[in-house]
């Protein structure tokens, strides 16, 4: 079956850690272009940062420097690390996959929820 799914999420302290993590059976990472976006309630859905098949990435602008992507074809899986979190970080973070001839995303995954609290 073709889906992305996420892991990794969960409860965690202002200031603290997480990773994230997507993989897939059915779906083949290389070559293409993965993401990581958030949505908390009450927002539209923000892209929180994207890696190409080259590995050129790009954030948005309030987790610049505090989260990274990454991504490991051989596993088929990409990763955001998350580091100095804060409270409005919390949010369901979804994972997806765009081919490169496409404008728009091909897949999502069903999302992981991140709660940073005290």
């Known amino acids: 079956q073709e889906q992305l799914v996420e892991s990794g999420g969960g409860l965690v302290q202002p200031g603290g850690s997480l990773r994230l993590s997507c993989t897939s059976s059915?779906?083949?990472?290389?070559?293409?272009?993965m993401a990581w976006y958030r949505q908390a309630p009450g927002n539209q859905r923000e892209l929180v940062a994207s890696?190409?098949?080259?590995?050129?990435?790009n954030y948005g602008s309030s987790v610049k420097d505090r989260f990274t992507i990454s991504r490991d074809d051989a596993k088929n899986a990409v990763y955001l690390q998350m580091n100095s979190l804060k409270s409005e970080d919390t949010a369901v973070y979804y994972c997806?996959?765009?081919?490169?001839?496409?404008?728009?995303?091909?897949?999502w995954g069903p999302g992981t929820q991140v709660t940073v609290s005290s």
């Open positions: 997806a996959l765009r081919y490169p001839t496409k404008l728009r995303w091909d897949y």
């Open positions: 059915g779906i083949v990472f290389r070559f293409n272009t």
């Open positions: 890696i190409t098949g080259n590995g050129d990435t």
